[in-house]
Protein backbone atom coordinates (compact mmCIF):
# COMPACT_ATOMS: atom_id res chain seq x y z
CA UNK A 1 0.00 0.00 0.00
CA UNK A 2 0.95 3.40 -0.67
CA UNK A 3 2.44 5.44 2.62
CA UNK A 4 -0.01 8.66 1.78
CA UNK A 5 -3.22 6.06 1.19
CA UNK A 6 -1.98 4.08 4.54
CA UNK A 7 -1.80 7.41 6.21
CA UNK A 8 -5.21 8.92 4.80
CA UNK A 9 -6.88 6.15 5.82
CA UNK A 10 -5.02 5.62 9.70
CA UNK A 11 -5.87 9.62 10.06
CA UNK A 12 -9.63 9.65 9.11
CA UNK A 13 -9.98 6.57 11.68
CA UNK A 14 -8.07 8.66 14.34
CA UNK A 15 -10.75 11.86 13.30
CA UNK A 16 -13.54 9.66 13.46
CA UNK A 17 -12.72 8.06 17.57
CA UNK A 18 -15.88 9.99 18.90
CA UNK A 19 -17.89 7.99 16.27
CA UNK A 20 -16.36 5.30 16.15
CA UNK A 21 -17.11 4.65 20.26
CA UNK A 22 -20.47 6.99 19.88
CA UNK A 23 -21.57 3.56 17.80
CA UNK A 24 -20.30 1.28 20.42
CA UNK A 25 -21.88 2.55 23.61
CA UNK A 26 -25.22 2.48 20.99
CA UNK A 27 -24.87 -1.05 20.92
CA UNK A 28 -23.78 -1.86 24.41
CA UNK A 29 -26.62 0.12 25.64
CA UNK A 30 -29.04 -2.44 23.73
CA UNK A 31 -30.03 -5.67 25.82
CA UNK A 32 -29.23 -8.48 23.23
CA UNK A 33 -28.57 -11.40 25.10
CA UNK A 34 -29.12 -14.91 23.20
CA UNK A 35 -32.73 -15.30 21.82
CA UNK A 36 -33.05 -11.16 22.45
CA UNK A 37 -30.85 -9.99 19.34
CA UNK A 38 -33.46 -7.90 17.54
CA UNK A 39 -33.24 -4.47 18.76
CA UNK A 40 -29.62 -4.78 17.99
CA UNK A 41 -29.82 -6.15 15.03
CA UNK A 42 -32.47 -3.08 13.74
CA UNK A 43 -29.25 -0.98 14.89
CA UNK A 44 -26.93 -2.48 12.54
CA UNK A 45 -29.26 -2.93 9.85
CA UNK A 46 -29.81 0.88 10.18
CA UNK A 47 -25.90 1.68 9.70
CA UNK A 48 -25.36 -0.73 6.82
CA UNK A 49 -28.32 0.55 5.35
CA UNK A 50 -26.77 4.48 5.64
CA UNK A 51 -23.96 2.89 4.48
CA UNK A 52 -25.72 2.08 1.03
CA UNK A 53 -25.16 -1.60 0.99
CA UNK A 54 -27.01 -3.92 0.31
CA UNK A 55 -29.16 -5.64 2.71
CA UNK A 56 -30.21 -9.35 3.24
CA UNK A 57 -32.19 -9.64 6.61
CA UNK A 58 -33.50 -13.46 7.34
CA UNK A 59 -34.28 -15.36 10.31
CA UNK A 60 -32.59 -18.23 10.21
CA UNK A 61 -35.10 -21.40 9.26
CA UNK A 62 -34.10 -24.60 11.03
CA UNK A 63 -36.08 -26.87 8.68
CA UNK A 64 -32.97 -25.75 6.09
CA UNK A 65 -29.96 -27.65 7.76
CA UNK A 66 -31.91 -30.10 9.70
CA UNK A 67 -29.63 -32.55 7.95
CA UNK A 68 -26.33 -30.61 8.17
CA UNK A 69 -23.61 -32.84 9.97
CA UNK A 70 -23.32 -29.81 12.60
CA UNK A 71 -27.08 -29.53 13.67
CA UNK A 72 -28.63 -30.76 16.60
CA UNK A 73 -31.79 -30.32 17.74
CA UNK A 74 -31.96 -27.86 20.58
CA UNK A 75 -35.56 -28.28 22.15
CA UNK A 76 -37.93 -24.69 22.06
CA UNK A 77 -34.74 -23.12 19.94
CA UNK A 78 -37.07 -20.65 17.37
CA UNK A 79 -35.24 -17.79 15.36
CA UNK A 80 -38.90 -15.67 15.43
CA UNK A 81 -37.47 -12.03 15.79
CA UNK A 82 -34.19 -12.82 15.79
CA UNK A 83 -32.55 -12.22 11.97
CA UNK A 84 -29.20 -12.25 10.96
CA UNK A 85 -28.26 -8.94 9.10
CA UNK A 86 -25.85 -9.36 6.02
CA UNK A 87 -24.71 -6.22 4.43
CA UNK A 88 -22.91 -6.60 1.53
CA UNK A 89 -20.67 -4.11 -0.65
CA UNK A 90 -20.62 -5.29 -4.49
CA UNK A 91 -17.65 -4.60 -5.42
CA UNK A 92 -15.86 -6.48 -8.72
CA UNK A 93 -16.04 -10.03 -8.73
CA UNK A 94 -13.08 -10.17 -10.62
CA UNK A 95 -10.81 -8.70 -7.11
CA UNK A 96 -11.02 -11.06 -3.74
CA UNK A 97 -14.10 -10.82 -1.63
CA UNK A 98 -14.10 -10.82 2.16
CA UNK A 99 -16.31 -11.80 4.74
CA UNK A 100 -16.27 -9.58 7.78
CA UNK A 101 -18.24 -12.03 10.75
CA UNK A 102 -19.36 -10.97 14.03
CA UNK A 103 -22.56 -11.80 16.55
CA UNK A 104 -24.37 -9.28 18.40
CA UNK A 105 -25.70 -11.94 21.29
CA UNK A 106 -23.86 -12.05 24.82
CA UNK A 107 -24.66 -13.59 27.62
CA UNK A 108 -27.25 -12.95 30.25
CA UNK A 109 -26.86 -10.79 33.19
CA UNK A 110 -27.91 -10.16 36.27
CA UNK A 111 -27.34 -6.47 37.02
CA UNK A 112 -27.46 -7.17 40.73
CA UNK A 113 -24.88 -9.58 40.66
CA UNK A 114 -22.22 -7.41 41.36
CA UNK A 115 -21.93 -4.90 38.52
CA UNK A 116 -20.23 -1.82 39.75
CA UNK A 117 -21.00 -0.35 36.50
CA UNK A 118 -24.86 -0.95 34.81
CA UNK A 119 -24.16 -3.96 32.47
CA UNK A 120 -26.01 -1.70 29.83
CA UNK A 121 -24.09 1.81 30.47
CA UNK A 122 -21.66 2.05 27.71
CA UNK A 123 -19.64 4.02 29.64
CA UNK A 124 -16.23 5.63 29.09
CA UNK A 125 -13.94 5.35 32.24
CA UNK A 126 -10.34 5.42 32.59
CA UNK A 127 -9.44 4.19 29.22
CA UNK A 128 -12.11 1.80 29.38
CA UNK A 129 -15.76 1.33 27.25
CA UNK A 130 -17.74 -1.17 30.37
CA UNK A 131 -20.90 -3.20 29.31
CA UNK A 132 -22.39 -6.38 28.72
CA UNK A 133 -20.96 -7.37 25.26
CA UNK A 134 -18.15 -4.83 25.14
CA UNK A 135 -15.38 -7.25 24.34
CA UNK A 136 -17.02 -10.46 23.90
CA UNK A 137 -17.91 -8.76 20.69
CA UNK A 138 -19.83 -5.70 19.87
CA UNK A 139 -15.98 -4.04 19.80
CA UNK A 140 -15.47 -6.08 17.28
CA UNK A 141 -18.59 -5.48 15.35
CA UNK A 142 -18.16 -2.19 15.53
CA UNK A 143 -14.61 -1.93 14.45
CA UNK A 144 -15.46 -3.84 11.47
CA UNK A 145 -18.30 -2.19 10.70
CA UNK A 146 -16.66 1.41 11.06
CA UNK A 147 -13.50 0.09 9.64
CA UNK A 148 -15.90 -0.38 6.00
CA UNK A 149 -17.99 2.48 6.93
CA UNK A 150 -14.52 5.02 7.33
CA UNK A 151 -13.68 3.51 4.36
CA UNK A 152 -16.66 4.66 1.56
CA UNK A 153 -16.46 7.59 2.93
CA UNK A 154 -13.35 8.95 2.11
CA UNK A 155 -13.63 7.61 -1.25
CA UNK A 156 -11.62 4.28 -0.84
CA UNK A 157 -14.18 2.02 -1.90
CA UNK A 158 -12.49 -1.57 -1.68
CA UNK A 159 -12.16 -2.97 -5.33
CA UNK A 160 -13.71 -6.36 -4.26
CA UNK A 161 -16.58 -7.79 -2.30
CA UNK A 162 -16.83 -7.07 1.40
CA UNK A 163 -19.91 -9.17 2.98
CA UNK A 164 -20.68 -7.94 6.93
CA UNK A 165 -22.01 -10.43 8.32
CA UNK A 166 -23.70 -9.64 12.25
CA UNK A 167 -25.66 -13.03 13.38
CA UNK A 168 -27.01 -13.86 16.30
CA UNK A 169 -27.36 -17.18 18.63
CA UNK A 170 -23.11 -17.46 18.56
CA UNK A 171 -23.11 -17.89 22.13
CA UNK A 172 -25.92 -21.10 22.46
CA UNK A 173 -25.39 -22.67 18.58
CA UNK A 174 -23.60 -20.86 16.22
CA UNK A 175 -26.99 -21.61 14.20
CA UNK A 176 -26.39 -17.84 13.03
CA UNK A 177 -23.61 -18.25 10.98
CA UNK A 178 -23.90 -21.59 9.93
CA UNK A 179 -27.30 -20.14 8.04
CA UNK A 180 -25.56 -17.86 6.60
CA UNK A 181 -22.99 -20.32 5.21
CA UNK A 182 -26.04 -22.74 3.92
CA UNK A 183 -27.55 -19.49 2.57
CA UNK A 184 -24.63 -19.12 0.08
CA UNK A 185 -22.22 -16.69 1.85
CA UNK A 186 -18.79 -17.35 1.39
CA UNK A 187 -15.45 -15.01 0.09
CA UNK A 188 -12.19 -15.75 -0.93
CA UNK A 189 -11.49 -15.16 2.78
CA UNK A 190 -12.96 -14.06 6.24
CA UNK A 191 -12.31 -12.27 9.40
CA UNK A 192 -14.14 -13.56 12.38
CA UNK A 193 -13.89 -10.00 14.81
CA UNK A 194 -13.87 -12.30 17.96
CA UNK A 195 -12.49 -11.51 20.92
CA UNK A 196 -8.65 -11.69 20.48
CA UNK A 197 -6.81 -8.80 22.57
CA UNK A 198 -5.43 -7.86 19.00
CA UNK A 199 -3.58 -10.98 18.35
CA UNK A 200 -3.66 -12.71 14.69
CA UNK A 201 -5.54 -16.48 15.45
CA UNK A 202 -5.42 -18.49 12.54
CA UNK A 203 -7.25 -21.13 14.56
CA UNK A 204 -9.70 -22.07 17.68
CA UNK A 205 -10.14 -24.71 19.49
CA UNK A 206 -13.01 -26.77 20.00
CA UNK A 207 -15.40 -27.41 23.20
CA UNK A 208 -17.75 -30.63 24.47
CA UNK A 209 -20.20 -29.80 27.41
CA UNK A 210 -19.98 -33.58 28.87
CA UNK A 211 -23.16 -34.52 31.56
CA UNK A 212 -22.38 -37.56 33.54
CA UNK A 213 -24.98 -39.26 35.59
CA UNK A 214 -24.49 -41.34 38.22
CA UNK A 215 -27.08 -43.85 39.88
CA UNK A 216 -26.38 -44.74 43.54
CA UNK A 217 -28.60 -47.19 46.31
CA UNK A 218 -30.45 -45.58 48.88
CA UNK A 219 -30.40 -46.18 52.72
CA UNK A 220 -30.87 -44.09 55.96
CA UNK A 221 -28.66 -42.20 57.66
CA UNK A 222 -28.45 -44.82 60.45
CA UNK A 223 -27.38 -47.46 58.19
CA UNK A 224 -26.09 -45.90 55.25
CA UNK A 225 -23.25 -48.91 55.25
CA UNK A 226 -25.78 -50.24 52.79
CA UNK A 227 -26.02 -47.62 50.84
CA UNK A 228 -23.92 -46.90 47.38
CA UNK A 229 -23.52 -43.07 48.03
CA UNK A 230 -23.67 -41.48 44.65
CA UNK A 231 -21.31 -38.69 45.74
CA UNK A 232 -18.32 -41.29 46.78
CA UNK A 233 -18.91 -42.56 43.39
CA UNK A 234 -18.82 -38.99 41.48
CA UNK A 235 -15.34 -38.21 43.11
CA UNK A 236 -14.04 -40.96 41.52
CA UNK A 237 -15.64 -39.79 38.49
CA UNK A 238 -13.91 -36.51 39.17
CA UNK A 239 -10.33 -38.01 39.65
CA UNK A 240 -10.80 -39.88 36.17
CA UNK A 241 -11.81 -36.93 34.35
CA UNK A 242 -8.58 -34.97 35.92
CA UNK A 243 -6.54 -38.06 35.37
CA UNK A 244 -8.24 -37.60 31.12
CA UNK A 245 -6.95 -34.09 31.07
CA UNK A 246 -3.58 -34.79 32.66
CA UNK A 247 -2.84 -37.84 29.80
CA UNK A 248 -4.26 -34.94 27.08
CA UNK A 249 -2.08 -32.32 27.99
CA UNK A 250 0.96 -34.98 28.13
CA UNK A 251 -0.08 -36.08 24.15
CA UNK A 252 -1.36 -33.30 22.44
CA UNK A 253 0.79 -30.69 21.12
CA UNK A 254 0.05 -27.42 18.63
CA UNK A 255 2.26 -24.60 17.77
CA UNK A 256 0.17 -22.18 18.48
CA UNK A 257 -0.87 -23.17 21.76
CA UNK A 258 2.41 -23.21 23.49
CA UNK A 259 1.14 -23.81 27.35
CA UNK A 260 -1.69 -26.42 26.05
CA UNK A 261 -3.21 -26.52 29.65
CA UNK A 262 -5.26 -23.71 28.26
CA UNK A 263 -6.47 -25.56 25.44
CA UNK A 264 -7.35 -28.52 26.78
CA UNK A 265 -9.04 -27.71 29.94
CA UNK A 266 -11.02 -30.91 30.96
CA UNK A 267 -12.65 -30.87 34.12
CA UNK A 268 -15.79 -31.23 36.01
CA UNK A 269 -17.68 -28.33 37.15
CA UNK A 270 -21.02 -28.70 38.16
CA UNK A 271 -21.88 -31.47 40.81
CA UNK A 272 -25.03 -32.38 42.24
CA UNK A 273 -26.05 -34.84 44.19
CA UNK A 274 -28.15 -35.69 47.40
CA UNK A 275 -31.77 -34.31 48.42
CA UNK A 276 -32.00 -34.49 52.12
CA UNK A 277 -29.33 -33.41 55.20
CA UNK A 278 -30.09 -36.89 56.62
CA UNK A 279 -30.58 -39.15 53.52
CA UNK A 280 -27.60 -40.59 52.09
CA UNK A 281 -27.62 -39.11 48.25
CA UNK A 282 -28.86 -42.05 45.08
CA UNK A 283 -28.21 -39.81 42.06
CA UNK A 284 -25.58 -37.37 41.49
CA UNK A 285 -25.03 -35.45 37.88
CA UNK A 286 -22.05 -34.26 37.16
CA UNK A 287 -21.57 -31.02 34.34
CA UNK A 288 -17.99 -29.92 32.90
CA UNK A 289 -16.51 -29.35 29.84
CA UNK A 290 -13.34 -30.18 27.52
CA UNK A 291 -11.08 -28.50 25.26
CA UNK A 292 -10.43 -29.88 21.62
CA UNK A 293 -7.39 -29.15 19.80
CA UNK A 294 -8.27 -27.79 16.14
CA UNK A 295 -7.47 -30.72 14.60
CA UNK A 296 -9.28 -33.19 16.57
CA UNK A 297 -12.15 -35.36 15.36
CA UNK A 298 -15.37 -34.29 17.88
CA UNK A 299 -16.34 -38.41 17.77
CA UNK A 300 -12.92 -39.95 18.68
CA UNK A 301 -12.54 -37.57 21.14
CA UNK A 302 -16.55 -38.76 22.82
CA UNK A 303 -14.61 -42.32 22.37
CA UNK A 304 -11.62 -41.32 24.75
CA UNK A 305 -13.85 -39.40 27.21
CA UNK A 306 -16.32 -42.12 27.61
CA UNK A 307 -13.57 -45.26 27.79
CA UNK A 308 -12.03 -43.40 30.58
CA UNK A 309 -14.71 -43.08 32.56
CA UNK A 310 -15.59 -47.10 31.57
CA UNK A 311 -11.86 -48.10 32.76
CA UNK A 312 -12.68 -45.98 35.81
CA UNK A 313 -16.05 -47.76 36.47
CA UNK A 314 -14.54 -50.92 35.64
CA UNK A 315 -12.67 -50.93 38.39
CA UNK A 316 -15.45 -50.31 41.33
CA UNK A 317 -18.23 -53.29 41.72
CA UNK A 318 -20.93 -51.16 41.92
CA UNK A 319 -20.46 -48.78 38.90
CA UNK A 320 -19.50 -51.41 36.83
CA UNK A 321 -22.91 -52.83 37.28
CA UNK A 322 -24.47 -49.53 37.07
CA UNK A 323 -22.31 -47.72 35.01
CA UNK A 324 -22.54 -44.44 34.48
CA UNK A 325 -24.94 -42.48 32.32
CA UNK A 326 -23.01 -40.35 29.61
CA UNK A 327 -23.93 -37.75 27.14
CA UNK A 328 -22.70 -34.75 25.52
CA UNK A 329 -23.95 -31.27 24.14
CA UNK A 330 -23.47 -31.88 20.94
CA UNK A 331 -23.49 -28.34 19.46
CA UNK A 332 -20.69 -25.98 18.58
CA UNK A 333 -17.93 -29.00 18.93
CA UNK A 334 -15.24 -28.58 16.79
CA UNK A 335 -12.18 -26.68 16.61
CA UNK A 336 -11.35 -24.94 12.85
CA UNK A 337 -7.71 -23.40 11.59
CA UNK A 338 -6.41 -22.40 8.40
CA UNK A 339 -2.01 -21.94 8.05
CA UNK A 340 -0.42 -19.54 9.70
CA UNK A 341 0.97 -18.60 6.31
CA UNK A 342 -2.56 -18.16 4.67
CA UNK A 343 -2.83 -14.71 2.32
CA UNK A 344 -4.93 -13.68 4.64
CA UNK A 345 -2.57 -14.22 7.77
CA UNK A 346 -0.17 -11.93 6.12
CA UNK A 347 -2.50 -9.71 4.44
CA UNK A 348 -3.84 -8.97 8.56
CA UNK A 349 -0.32 -8.71 9.92
CA UNK A 350 1.05 -6.61 7.57
CA UNK A 351 -1.99 -4.23 8.29
CA UNK A 352 -1.46 -4.95 11.88
CA UNK A 353 2.55 -4.03 11.09
CA UNK A 354 1.33 -0.67 9.46
CA UNK A 355 -1.45 0.53 11.32
CA UNK A 356 0.34 -0.18 15.04
CA UNK A 357 4.42 0.35 14.17
CA UNK A 358 4.12 -3.21 16.35
CA UNK A 359 4.84 -6.67 14.74
CA UNK A 360 1.45 -8.92 15.56
CA UNK A 361 1.23 -11.77 17.59
CA UNK A 362 -0.05 -15.09 16.08
CA UNK A 363 -1.81 -17.02 18.08
CA UNK A 364 -4.63 -20.09 18.76
CA UNK A 365 -7.90 -19.04 20.16
CA UNK A 366 -8.36 -21.29 23.52
CA UNK A 367 -12.21 -20.57 22.91
CA UNK A 368 -14.59 -21.60 20.00
CA UNK A 369 -15.58 -19.56 17.54
CA UNK A 370 -18.35 -19.24 14.35
CA UNK A 371 -14.93 -19.13 12.29
CA UNK A 372 -15.55 -22.79 12.44
CA UNK A 373 -18.39 -23.05 10.17
CA UNK A 374 -17.06 -20.17 7.42
CA UNK A 375 -14.19 -22.81 7.41
CA UNK A 376 -15.46 -26.05 7.75
CA UNK A 377 -18.63 -25.61 5.64
CA UNK A 378 -18.09 -22.32 3.92
CA UNK A 379 -15.10 -22.60 1.99
CA UNK A 380 -14.17 -19.72 3.46
CA UNK A 381 -10.52 -19.35 5.03
CA UNK A 382 -10.91 -17.64 8.19
CA UNK A 383 -8.51 -15.70 10.56
CA UNK A 384 -9.99 -14.18 13.95
CA UNK A 385 -8.82 -10.91 14.87
CA UNK A 386 -10.36 -8.29 17.60
CA UNK A 387 -10.38 -5.74 19.63
CA UNK A 388 -12.15 -7.75 23.15
CA UNK A 389 -10.37 -8.97 25.60
CA UNK A 390 -10.83 -12.92 26.12
CA UNK A 391 -10.27 -12.49 29.94
CA UNK A 392 -12.97 -10.36 29.91
CA UNK A 393 -15.54 -11.86 28.40
CA UNK A 394 -18.73 -13.06 30.46
CA UNK A 395 -17.67 -11.15 33.32
CA UNK A 396 -19.30 -9.18 35.71
CA UNK A 397 -18.19 -5.42 35.01
CA UNK A 398 -16.89 -6.25 31.52
CA UNK A 399 -14.79 -3.90 29.71
CA UNK A 400 -13.05 -3.20 26.32
CA UNK A 401 -9.72 -0.53 26.07
CA UNK A 402 -10.43 1.93 23.82
CA UNK A 403 -7.02 2.05 22.30
CA UNK A 404 -7.95 -1.80 21.38
CA UNK A 405 -11.13 -0.25 19.60
CA UNK A 406 -9.33 2.41 17.99
CA UNK A 407 -6.37 0.20 16.66
CA UNK A 408 -8.39 -3.05 15.41
CA UNK A 409 -10.66 -0.57 13.35
CA UNK A 410 -7.42 0.55 11.42
CA UNK A 411 -6.48 -2.66 11.17
CA UNK A 412 -9.05 -3.95 9.80
CA UNK A 413 -9.70 -0.83 7.35
CA UNK A 414 -6.26 -1.31 5.97
CA UNK A 415 -7.01 -5.49 5.76
CA UNK A 416 -10.00 -4.68 3.62
CA UNK A 417 -8.27 -2.31 1.57
CA UNK A 418 -5.23 -4.22 1.01
CA UNK A 419 -7.00 -7.51 0.79
CA UNK A 420 -9.93 -6.74 -1.94
CA UNK A 421 -8.19 -5.88 -4.87
Same mark, same amino acid.
Given at each position: MKAAIRDRILQAIEDREDRILAFLQSLVRID?????????????? /?? #????? #? %? #??????? &????? %?????????? &??? @????? =??????GDPQARSLILNGHVDTIPFDANAGWQIPPLSGILKEGELYGCGSSDMKSGLASMIMALHILLEI?????????? =? +? =????ELTGYGTLSCVLRGYRADAGICAETSDLQIMPACIGRLWFTIEIKGKSAGIATRWLAENAIEKGIKIVHAVDDLERMRIADLTHPLYPDNRMALPCQVTMFNAGSFPSATPETAVL?? +??? #???? %??????????? /????LISMSDPWLRSHPPVITFKEVGADGAEIPIDHPIVETLSEAFRE +?????? @????? @???????????????? @?????PGVTAKMHMVNESVPLTNVLEATKTLALAIHNWCQ
Open positions: SHTGNEGEAQDLIA /RM #LRDMD #L %E #LDIFEPD &LNTFK %EHPAFYPIPG &LSF @TGRPN =VIGIYKGLSPRGRVII =V +S =VVDERG +SLG #LMPY %EDVEGVKRQFC /RQIE +STKRDP @TIAGR @TGGADSRYLIKYGKTP @TVIFG
